[in-house]
C-alpha cells in the first residue's frame, strides 16, 4: 500500500529545496500532498510542487473544495507522515503554541498523536539559536515532533553558522526511517 507523505513548506529560502524533495519522494512511488504557507509562496510557485508531486497544492485552510468534508482533517487522517521541509521560526512558534491559521498549522493539529511528524528547521543561525526558537523546538519534541537539525554553512543572508536545511539525503533518511 502507498504512504502517504505530508510535505508542508514554510518560508524559508530554502523552500526552493522543497521541489527536489518532493520530486525524489514522488519518484519512489510516496503519494505526496503538498501544503504551503502564504510566505513559502513567495519562495517557489505551488505550480511547481504541483507537478512534481502530482497532487494538488493546499494553501489555504478556508479553501474546501468538497463541501462533504474538512480539507485539512481529511488530509491529517490520510496521512503516515507529516515533514515540517523548511521549517521556518515562524511557523515552529504557531505549532508549539497551538495556532491553526494556515493550512499547515490546521494540518498539524489535526494529526492523529500517533503520525510520525519530522521539522526540519532552515533560518538565520541567531534565529535558530534564539532561546525562543530552541524553547519552541523543544515543546515541538515534547509532543512528538522530531527534528532533522539544521546543519552549519554559508547562509542566504552572508552569515556563516548552523541555520541551513539540512541535506536533502539526510531529510530522505529520516523520512524513509519514520515509515
Partial sequence: M?????????GSISAYKSADLANELTKSGYDVHVLMTKAATDFITPLTLQVLSKNAVHLDVMKEDDPKSVNHIELAKKADLFVLAPAS???LAKLAHGMADNIVTATALALPAETPKLIAPAMNTKMYDNPLTQRN????KEVGYQEIEPRSSLLACGDVGRGALAEQDAILERIIKSL
Fill in 2 to 10: 502507498t504512504k502517504t507523505i505530508l510535505l508542508a513548506v514554510s
Fill in 89 to 91: 521560526a515562524n511557523t
Fill in 137 to 140: 523546538i523543544r515543546i515541538l
